[in-house]
């Protein structure tokens, strides 16, 4: 049994409320943010997301994330899989072979598995879109100088798990890590930086989000089941978006496009496809900043 608690967190930060929107989420007035008594650092946002955001991101985590010059788990078999999604649906009939060899998408500073670190040189942009939300959600919480790096999104089906496992391959460890989850529900264990310290079980549902900050950022944590998400969150609550006075935006330089983007996830036949896959799979996306404050790059020996 552990304690929870509901946070009221940065309430001077001032967020467009169209920005938000644009975004796929609701009204930062109207977030519900926890902390766990157990878990110094530990904070779990539930489920901000509008419907539309919903399908927004899934869509994004599918179709643009694991294109080229992003990495995928799959290119070490497969040779120029330069768009995986467009592969898998390029005949009347879906590849669902290839549709499930998908595991992960590295995006920004790309973790190499082999090493367990970072490189200048294996690094490639790091989306705006993501970068965007990052910053919103670090800013609500406080975190006003989190950049976001490097991401690693996960995809899960009914029998995935995941390890226990820290992340610290970071240069920076301070900073916080950002997990949003889409689709399916997961079980969530976390314990502490021990792997005999007995770990506590949450619920994760689509559109949540869990926070890993101070104490909670080296703990060991891992996924040992999927759950059926019966409610399907990204059915409801669609919206289109129409202003009148652009929001200002940080890092998203087409925002026109973005919320053409937003607005045509709402048409359920240009949304079938992605249906079809996270009605039976989870997508969790990994946000963390590599670099400390004053660093312009790995070879930047300005930590301070």
Same mark, same amino acid.
């Given at each position: ?19 938000t ?6 009204n930062k007035n ?16 539930r489920n901000?997301?509008t ?24 290119d ?8 995986w999604w ?17 595991r992960?998408?590295?995006l ?7 090493t367990k670190a970072?490189?200048?040189?294996n690094?490639?942009p790091?989306?705006?879109d993501l970068?965007?939300?990052?910053? $919103? =959600?670090?800013?609500?919480l406080?975190?006003?100088?989190f950049?976001a790096?490097?991401? !690693?999104?996960?995809? @899960? *089906?009914?029998?995935?798990t995941l390890?226990?496992h ?6 920076n ?11 399916q529900s ?5 314990g502490?930086r021990?792997?005999y310290?007995?770990?506590?079980a ?7 989000? $869990? =926070? ?5 950022r080296?703990c060991y944590?891992?996924?040992?089941? !999927?759950?059926p998400? @019966? *409610?399907?969150?990204?059915?409801s609550d669609?919206s ?11 890092y ?11 607005n045509?996830?709402?048409e359920?036949d240009?949304?079938s ?9 989870r ?7 590599v670099?400390?404050?004053k660093?312009i ?8």
């Amino acid at each position: 049994m552990y304690i929870v608690k509901l946070l009221e967190c940065n309430t001077n930060y001032k967020c467009e409320d169209n920005l938000t929107q644009c975004l796929g989420l609701i009204n930062k007035n109207k977030w519900k943010t926890y902390s766990f008594v157990q878990h110094p650092g530990l904070m779990l946002i539930r489920n901000p997301f509008t419907g539309s955001g919903q399908r927004y991101w899934i869509k994004r985590c599918l179709e643009r994330y694991p294109k080229k010059p992003n990495k995928i788990n799959i290119d070490i078999e497969i040779d120029n899989l330069d768009d995986w999604w467009r592969e898998c649906h390029k005949s009347m009939e879906c590849d669902k072979k290839l549709l499930k060899k998908l595991r992960w998408t590295t995006l920004g500073y790309h973790h190499n598995w082999n090493t367990k670190a970072y490189s200048e040189e294996n690094k490639t942009p790091f989306p705006e879109d993501l970068s965007e939300l990052s910053s $919103v =959600v670090a800013q609500y919480l406080g975190f006003a100088k989190f950049r976001a790096e490097a991401a !690693i999104v996960n995809y @899960y *089906h009914k029998n995935s798990t995941l390890s226990a496992h820290t992340d610290h391959s970071e240069v920076n460890l301070d900073a916080p890590l950002f997990s949003f989850s889409f689709g399916q529900s997961a079980i969530f264990l976390i314990g502490g930086r021990e792997k005999y310290i007995e770990p506590s079980a949450i619920l994760l549902k689509s559109g949540d989000i $869990v =926070v890993m900050s101070k104490e909670a950022r080296l703990c060991y944590h891992a996924v040992p089941k !999927i759950l059926p998400e @019966y *409610h399907q969150p990204w059915n409801s609550d669609l919206s289109e978006l129409d202003f009148n006075k652009m929001p200002s935006f940080m890092y998203i330089s087409n925002p026109k496009e973005t919320i053409e983007a937003m607005n045509e996830n709402i048409e359920n036949d240009k949304w079938s496809e992605f249906e079809n896959y996270i009605k039976e799979s989870r997508i969790n996306i990994n946000v963390r900043q590599v670099l400390n404050e004053k660093q312009i790059s790995l070879a930047d020996e300005n930590f301070s």
